[in-house]
């Protein structure tokens, strides 16, 4: 059963700002609801204020111009999917938005939203918190079920995979995130947004409980050749295995520089700086893309024995 809570509506960002407290718990932010809500059914979380910002017109819209292309956070991501000047110049940001999520859930979902989801973590959905352990400290996931947990970055305490999609091809065309807050406003790369956590009060991205992201900025993907890819166990929607985004910026057939993001893998989006480093200066083939292949998984460390 869902806690009491106050729900609040401010229709500008100072305003929902202001309502926001400084330590998370108190007050969470309600935008499309699609994670949100799930969770406090479940009493994983129990904000004591619901500040919902769907009547913010400023979190709205896309606009294209010097930087790139704005996008509001608040734009569902059945909107994006739908955008011709997205889908012409952003194609793997394009595929990834049509897979992520069932049609229905795609026309309420925000882009601010899925980029900010919580874990699918089984242990973490049931209550035992980010980084779940026992009542003697020994680390659950370790020790019980872990087969779609991290095999990159799960050498400290979290063991959840990151669980956005869209966040691999963002990062692959080199997004940056817009946040503002009681402190003003700041602009933060999305590859630097997301972060491991070492203790259960920390969140696994960059932002304070009195901000709220604004805006998803995504430069010129000119001359840029890119890709999304998606492993599920079963045609119809399901959580990913694994992504792969793929961004390249070609001289002819000769890569001159390479953005690889895998998702689903790590706790956070996970850019392979192997699999960068081999392609650059190479010539595509089929080669080249095993190898680098490879070079992606080479330092990939399965939780523990009992995932097998």
């Given at each position: 059963m869902m806690r009491a809570f106050d729900y609040v509506s401010p229709s500008t960002k100072v305003e929902a700002i202001h309502l926001l407290e400084t330590r998370w718990g108190k007050t969470e932010v309600l935008a499309g609801g699609t994670d949100l809500v799930a969770l406090m059914k479940d009493d994983v979380v129990a904000p004591m204020r619901l500040v919902n910002i769907k009547d913010i017109k400023e979190l709205k819209g896309i606009v294209s111009g010097r930087e790139g292309l704005g996008i509001g956070a608040l734009n569902t991501l059945d909107e994006l999917a739908d955008n011709e000047e997205l889908r012409r110049n952003y194609p793997a940001l394009a595929d990834a938005?049509?897979?992520?999520?069932?049609?229905?859930?795609?026309?309420?979902?925000?882009?601010?939203?899925?980029?900010?989801?919580?874990?699918?973590?089984?242990?973490?959905?049931?209550?035992?918190?980010?980084?779940?352990?026992?009542?003697?400290?020994?680390?659950?996931?370790s020790e019980g079920e872990n087969r779609y947990h991290a095999i990159l970055g799960n050498d400290g305490p979290a063991k959840f995979v990151s669980p956005s999609t869209i966040a691999s091809a963002l990062?692959?065309?080199g997004a940056k995130i817009r946040i503002e807050g009681s402190n003003g406003h700041r602009e933060v790369p999305l590859n630097e947004f997301y972060r491991i956590p070492k203790t259960d009060i920390e969140r696994e991205y960059d932002l304070r409980a009195n901000e709220i992201v604004t805006?998803?900025?995504?430069?010129?993907?000119?001359?840029?050749?890119?890709?999304?890819?998606?492993?599920?166990?079963?045609?119809?929607?399901?959580?990913?295995?694994a992504v792969a985004a793929v961004a390249l910026k070609m001289n002819g057939s000769r890569v001159l520089s390479a953005r690889i993001v895998m998702g689903h893998v790590a706790p956070v989006p996970w850019r392979s700086a192997e699999a960068e480093q081999l392609l650059a200066g190479s010539i595509i083939s089929e080669e080249t893309a095993r190898r680098a292949g490879e070079a992606g998984v080479k330092n990939a460390t399965p939780p523990f024995a009992q995932c097998l």
């Open positions: 938005l049509v897979d992520v999520a069932s049609t229905q859930i795609r026309n309420v979902a925000t882009l601010g939203g899925n980029l900010c989801q919580r874990p699918r973590c089984w242990y973490f959905r049931k209550g035992f918190g980010l980084l779940p352990k026992d009542e003697a400290g020994k680390d659950l996931v990062i692959a065309y805006e998803i900025v995504i430069p010129s993907a000119q001359d840029v050749k890119a890709a999304h890819y998606e492993v599920r166990q079963k045609e119809a929607f399901d959580w990913p295995l």
